[in-house]
């Protein structure tokens, strides 16, 4: 059984910085690895994704130049860097491996393991 579980998340000021992780014990590693973000009263959606060896990278254009993804498959972690963080970066942050970044690119959001989130708020 694969359980991927997040860490990392927290109250931060606008401006501010946070560092999501997200470990996937059991996971093997030809799996692309990312992170969906919820916020209050919208559909989860896809934000950033790592293919297996570093490439097929996906970002949403709304975290495009902010946010940066890198994964270490020797210990199946994946980290979400966040800068520059806004009011509407709050929500629930889901840590997902599929077979590729592909399709949630295109907009799905299926998976085949998710985390249970990790709760992100950015107020002043």
């Known amino acids: 059984q694969v359980h991927p579980v997040e860490s990392g998340g927290g109250l931060v000021q606008p401006g501010g910085s946070l560092t999501l992780s997200c470990t996937a014990s059991?996971?093997?590693?030809?799996?692309?690895i990312g992170w969906f973000h919820q916020a209050p009263g919208k559909d989860r959606e896809a934000i950033s994704c790592?293919?297996?060896?570093?490439?097929?990278?996906f970002y949403a254009d709304s975290v495009k130049g902010r946010f940066t993804i890198n994964r270490d498959n020797a210990k199946m972690t994946v980290w979400l860097r966040m800068d520059s963080l806004k009011p509407d970066d709050s929500g629930l942050y889901y840590c997902?491996?599929?077979?590729?970044?592909?399709?949630?690119?295109?907009?799905?959001?299926?998976?085949?393991?998710w985390g249970k989130g990790t709760q992100v708020t950015v107020q002043g």
């Open positions: 059991g996971l093997e590693d030809f799996y692309a």
């Open positions: 790592m293919g297996r060896n570093h490439g097929n990278m």
């Open positions: 997902a491996a599929d077979i590729l970044c592909s399709g949630w690119a295109a907009g799905s959001d299926r998976a085949d393991y």
